[in-house]
Structures are given as structure tokens and as C-alpha cells.
């Protein structure tokens, strides 16, 4: 029965392989170009979502410990009564 190597030995081998390595002639096409630049691109945008979100959140938690509340939705709907023309302010 053969016995596995031990991970020492592999891990040796491993550095050693990426230690000794030949420099490799390839290149990059345009289609590659673009996807990094897509990628970073989405990136930028996810990360701007994400700081506009945690910023509004901060903007309502400070308008609270100041006491402004702001119960006005601005939903496109006026403030009139649904059996009435009239303005109910």
C-alpha cells in the first residue's frame, strides 16, 4: 500500500514550482480588455449604490436625534380627501 505524501512535502514542491518559473509569451486580447474594464466599471457602480444607501441611512438616523420628522411622502398623490375636491390642509 502506498502512502500519501506529506503536505509538507507538497507544499515544497509548490513554492518551489512558483519560485522557479519560466516567463510566459502570451497575450491579452481586446475581448479580455474589456471584460476587466466591465468588471471595474460594475464594480465602481455596486460600490456607489452601496455608500448612497448607507448614506441616506445616516442622513434619516441624524433627522431623528434633531427631532425633524419627516412624515410627508412624496408619492405624487395631493392631500385631498377621496370624497372630496377639496384640500383637507
Known amino acids: 500500500m502506498k502512502s500519501m505524501p506529506q503536505r509538507g ?31 471595474l ?7 456607489i449604490g452601496v455608500v448612497r444607501g448607507y448614506w441616506q441611512q445616516l442622513k ?4 431623528k436625534l434633531r427631532g425633524k ?9 395631493s392631500d385631498l380627501d377621496p370624497t372630496s375636491d377639496i384640500p383637507t390642509n
Request: hydrophobic residues 45%.
Open 9 to 39: 512535502a507538497v507544499c515544497t514542491v509548490a513554492i518551489l514550482g512558483l519560485l522557479i518559473s519560466t516567463p510566459s509569451h502570451a497575450y491579452l486580447d481586446p475581448g479580455t480588455g474589456s471584460i476587466i474594464l466591465q468588471g
Open 41 to 47: 466599471l460594475a464594480g465602481i457602480a455596486v460600490a
Open 60 to 63: 434619516l438616523f441624524v433627522d
Open 69 to 77: 420628522s419627516d412624515n410627508k411622502k412624496n408619492d405624487g398623490d
